[in-house]
């Protein structure tokens, strides 16, 4: 599946992958620490307009490069942002970023 159906599957409350398409590599929002799920509660007010529009990028199912080509940034850049509002967020992935900010409605 595409990260944009994923992204609105996991909004609207719908499991996005069935039990025998589950991956190693996904990583279940229960088991981040209660430390990280507090610090991002919090997290909201200090993303800022060029975060947003990073996760919203993001949120399209683009390539790191098309997406930094339209953010005007270089891919590792890029890749250094997205990274640094997963940890601000206290969340693994950028597709879990993505979901949080869609949840709360940013993008």
């Known amino acids: 599946m595409e ?6 599957r996991a909004v609207e409350g719908q499991s996005a992958l069935q039990n025998r ?8 929002l229960q088991s981040r620490s209660r ?3 507090l610090n991002s509660t919090c997290a ?3 993303l800022g307009r060029e975060e947003i529009e990073l996760l919203a990028e993001i949120a399209t199912g683009v390539t790191t490069e098309v ?3 339209r953010l005007e940034l270089s891919a590792r850049t890029l890749r250094r942002r997205i990274r640094n509002v997963c940890d601000l967020l206290g969340v693994n992935t950028p597709i879990e970023a ?4 869609a ?5």
């Open 35 to 37: 430390e990280n799920t």
């Open 3 to 8: 990260q944009a159906t994923l992204v609105r």
């Open 67 to 69: 997406a930094a080509r």
């Open 98 to 101: 993505v979901v949080w900010a």
């Open 44 to 46: 909201s007010a200090e």
């Open 21 to 28: 398409e589950r991956r190693e590599n996904v990583v279940p």
């Open 103 to 107: 949840r709360r409605q940013l993008i």
